[in-house]
């Protein structure tokens, strides 16, 4: 669940997966895991588990083809 946190800018969370969601009035919103919200937001409030306190771990590049290695 998404909690408070302490910075110079306020209160932020981070998002914790990419998808899509909605707000209390039907707006449709794309999350994008690591984005940063404001923790007092009307969505981080009504979805707090698609939200957490800490960033999520590091995610490697990803590659449509193996890395070639120098010979």
Same mark, same amino acid.
């Given at each position: 669940?998404?909690?408070?946190? !302490?910075?110079?800018?306020?209160? #932020?969370?981070?998002?914790? @997966?990419?998808?899509?969601? @909605?707000?209390? %009035?039907?707006?449709?919103?794309? &999350?994008? $895991?690591? !984005?940063?919200?404001?923790? !007092? %937001? =009307? &969505?981080?409030? &009504?979805? =707090?588990? &698609? #939200?957490? !306190? $800490?960033? =999520?771990?590091?995610? #490697?590049?990803?590659?449509?083809? =193996? @890395?070639? $290695?120098?010979?």
């Amino acid at each position: 669940m998404a909690r408070f946190k !302490d910075s110079p800018a306020g209160h #932020f969370v981070y998002a914790v @997966a990419t998808c899509g969601t @909605a707000t209390a %009035d039907g707006i449709g919103v794309v &999350l994008r $895991e690591g !984005d940063v919200w404001a923790a !007092d %937001d =009307p &969505l981080v409030l &009504l979805r =707090p588990g &698609l #939200f957490a !306190d $800490e960033p =999520p771990a590091p995610n #490697f590049p990803r590659r449509t083809v =193996p @890395a070639v $290695e120098p010979a």
